[in-house]
C-alpha cells in the first residue's frame, strides 16, 4: 500500500519560513517524478513543484524564487523549502506523485499569519 506522510507545517509569521518534508513508499519514489500541491480554503488544489528522480525540478511560476523542492532518493523523502511566506501562502500542503497517481496523505497545514 502507498503511503504519502507530510509534516513540518506549522505557523508562521510574514517573511518566515518553514520545510516541510514528505516521507513515501519506496515502491513509488525512485521511479517517479513527485511533486507538493497545495489546497487553500475554498479553492482546488494546485501544484507548487515538482521534481524529477533525477532532481529537474519546476515551479508554479507565481513561486519561483521563494519555494524550493528537494529529494532525498536514499530516503523516499522529498522536501519542500519555503521562505519570504505571505499570508496567500496560508494552505494545506501535499505532496503526490506527478501527475497524482495515488490516495492523498493528510497533508501538513502552513498558516501564515500578518
Known amino acids: 500500500q502507498v503511503q504519502l506522510v507530510e509534516s513540518g507545517g506549522g505557523l508562521v509569521q510574514t517573511g518566515g519560513s518553514l520545510r516541510l518534508s514528505c516521507a513515501a513508499s519506496g515502491s513509488i519514489f525512485s521511479i517517479n517524478r513527485m511533486g507538493w500541491y497545495r489546497q487553500a480554503p475554498g479553492k482546488q488544489r494546485e501544484l507548487v513543484a515538482g521534481i524529477t528522480p533525477g532532481g529537474t525540478t519546476n515551479y508554479a511560476e507565481s513561486l519561483k524564487g521563494r519555494f524550493t523542492i528537494s529529494r532525498d532518493n536514499a530516503k523516499n523523502t522529498v522536501y519542500l523549502q519555503m521562505s519570504s511566506l505571505k499570508p496567500e501562502d496560508t494552505a494545506v500542503y501535499f505532496c503526490?506523485?506527478?501527475?497524482?497517481?495515488?490516495?492523498w496523505g493528510q497533508g501538513t497545514q502552513v498558516t501564515v499569519s500578518s
Open positions: 503526490n506523485t506527478l501527475p497524482s497517481l495515488y490516495v
